[in-house]
């Protein structure tokens, strides 16, 4: 009688072993799908709260950006040299509507080079509104351009209340059921401006644009 309670109290011993094993390996599965997902994210444009697997730095006028691979875009033509004119990045967060995870194209270069949006809505957009108004996402105003020199189709939208607006020019879509491409200027730190390009339904969340974007861009150097 003892020997088999014994028998059989090693069985239950052996069971249980076996059943801690393998929820050991199912918890150890679980966390490496998880830091694949981590390292995926971050090496295909997604930022995540994982550590970029891969940097590649980039020297833009005096500053020198040090950026994830995932985030260049696939036209960056600069290979493994330091020194950059521009930068192309992409990202993609959660800016669409209803948080729907959107790409921005995200350009870095010397602030020389460009104008900030918010310059040209005094400067030029002004000029070339037309007479209508649209109605659109709540805070901002749309002003058609007026047809010819090259703003055919073009609206502009702006915060009409800032001291330094949200401005973003933004082409009507080129065929049924496809976005409209909206291009936005600012300048950053460090002499650096981005110039973002983004689809028209992300300017429902516009307030919270810099809010995404600006901490990113803070990561790798350019803020």
Not at 73 to 84: I, K, W
Not at 98 to 120: C, E, N, Y
Not at 132 to 159: C, F, H, R, S
Request: glycine fraction near 14%; hydrophobic fraction near 45%; charged fraction near 15%.
């Amino acid at each position: 009688m003892a020997s088999s309670a014994a028998a059989l109290a090693g069985k239950r011993e052996v069971h249980s072993v076996g059943f801690n094993l393998g929820v050991i390996a199912l918890f150890a599965a679980l966390l490496g799908l998880g830091a694949a997902y981590l390292i995926s994210g971050a090496e295909h444009g997604t930022p995540g709260a994982g550590a970029p697997a891969r940097l590649v730095t980039r020297t833009l006028g005096g500053t020198t950006l040090e950026i994830p691979v995932g985030w260049m875009n696939g036209n960056d033509d600069q290979g493994a040299a330091s020194f950059a004119k521009q930068v192309d990045l992409t990202l993609t967060i959660p800016l669409g509507p209803d948080g729907a995870m959107r790409s921005i194209d995200v350009t870095l270069t010397q602030r020389s080079r460009v104008r900030p949006s918010a310059s040209l809505l005094d400067g030029v957009y002004l000029h070339e509104f037309g007479q209508q108004q649209l109605a659109g996402p709540p805070g901002l105003i749309g002003k058609p351009m007026a047809a010819g020199d090259g703003y055919d189709n073009e609206t502009v939208w702006y915060d009409p209340i800032a001291p330094s607006p949200f401005v973003a020019k933004c082409q009507a879509p080129i065929a049924d059921g496809q976005p409209g491409k909206c291009l936005r200027t600012v300048y950053l730190g460090s002499g650096i401006a981005a110039v973002y390009g983004f689809d028209d339904d992300i300017l429902v969340n516009w307030k919270k644009f810099d809010a995404e974007l600006h901490p990113l861009l803070s990561q790798i150097g350019a803020v």
